[in-house]
């Protein structure tokens, strides 16, 4: 338990201010950085007529989330943001299921992680629409349907980058205590391993979906 609420730190001078940062955060997400540039490199060096087994996930992850992007922003469009949407689910998809490998933790227990990312996603979403509208068209949106609602507007945008990012941390932080409490009452004795399965793989896949699709809906609410 003495595990839990514990951060290794890396504190840096900068400008007469101290940064502090999550050590274990920074570490695990490079891991998963390297992770996946090696999977991409795999899956795509070695291209075949008839691919090999990391060639087909590749693949697979490509194609299921470039048709998904297709129907939700058209051809055109989907050619410019799928790339970022099939990336996205990847990494965060990396990132909760690396805690399941004994010594790792998931960087997205760190919020942020999940807030960064959320932070990103607002950002695209609103230069697409900025892209695709017009200034003029896009800032219309937060006067309807009267002028005195843009406050509320521009607050429930806001929101929208908290509710994605505390959702995610808050699922696979909650994940990560009940695992450790459990194993904690026996003893170390006996390990749960459906808690892992579920947590870890279930739960990390579904958390790492739902962040993906909300983002590319944002996007997609934008645009339209």
């Known amino acids: 338990m003495e595990e839990l609420g514990r951060i290794h730190q890396l504190i840096v001078p900068m400008f007469g201010y101290e940064m502090t940062f999550n050590l274990t955060s920074l570490v695990m997400t490079w891991i998963v950085i390297l992770l996946l540039l090696a999977f991409g490199y795999l899956a795509a060096r070695y291209r075949q007529l008839i691919p090999g087994p990391v060639q087909v996930v590749g693949e697979m992850f ?41 010594l790792m933790e998931e960087p997205t227990k760190d919020l942020n992680l999940p807030l960064g990312l959320g932070v990103l996603g607002f950002f695209i979403a609103h230069y697409a629409g900025i892209k695709a509208k017009g200034l003029k068209e896009y800032s219309k949106a937060y006067v309807e349907p009267f002028v005195f609602m843009a406050p509320l507007n521009i607050i429930g945008e806001l929101a929208k980058v908290v509710s994605i990012s505390f959702r995610l941390f808050g699922n696979i932080m909650g994940g990560s205590i009940i695992i450790l409490v459990v194993t904690y009452l026996v003893f170390n004795m006996i390990l749960p391993p459906f808690l892992y399965a579920f947590f870890g793989l279930f739960i990390g896949a579904i958390q790492a979906f739902v962040f993906t699709m909300l983002t590319l809906v944002y996007i997609a609410v934008q645009v339209n």
Do not use: R
């Open 62 to 102: 490509v194609f299921q989330f470039y048709s998904i992007t297709e129907d939700a922003l058209g051809e055109k469009m989907a050619k410019t943001y799928a790339p970022l949407i099939t990336a996205l689910f990847i990494f965060l998809l990396t990132c909760n299921w690396i805690g399941v490998i004994p």
